[in-house]
Nanobody, 111 residues
């Protein structure tokens, strides 16, 4: 069992930046893959980026080149640096690992 807490969301103008954080607790030693997902109103939850304990990363095509995922391996805290934000990025962003989800943090991008 892993508990996940996201933070860092907020309101930003188009072209701006935000950094999201995900702090895990509980049985964190078995964590390998972690990822960020997002869900906009009326849309399905979608993968944004994922990272393994070895540092291998995967990005959705819509965010590639603008977002960067990283993690602190000893603590397994995960980050999502979001640059060049667009209104289309507006969504609730969720941290995920081993079938567990965080509560989500709202990101709103205004034009």
């Amino acid at each position: 069992q892993v508990q996940l807490v996201e933070s860092g969301g907020g309101l930003v103008q188009a072209g701006g930046s935000l950094r999201l954080s995900c702090v895990p607790s509980g049985s964190i030693f078995s964590i390998n893959v972690m990822g960020w997902y997002r869900q906009a109103p009326g849309k399905e939850r979608e993968l944004v980026a994922m990272i393994t304990s070895g540092g291998r990363t995967t990005y959705a095509e819509s965010v590639k080149g603008r977002f960067a995922i990283s993690r602190d391996n000893p603590k397994k805290t995960m980050y999502l640096q979001m640059n060049g934000l667009k209104p289309e990025d507006t969504a609730v962003y969720y941290c995920w690992t081993r079938g567990d989800w965080g509560q989500g943090t709202q990101v709103t991008v205004s034009s």
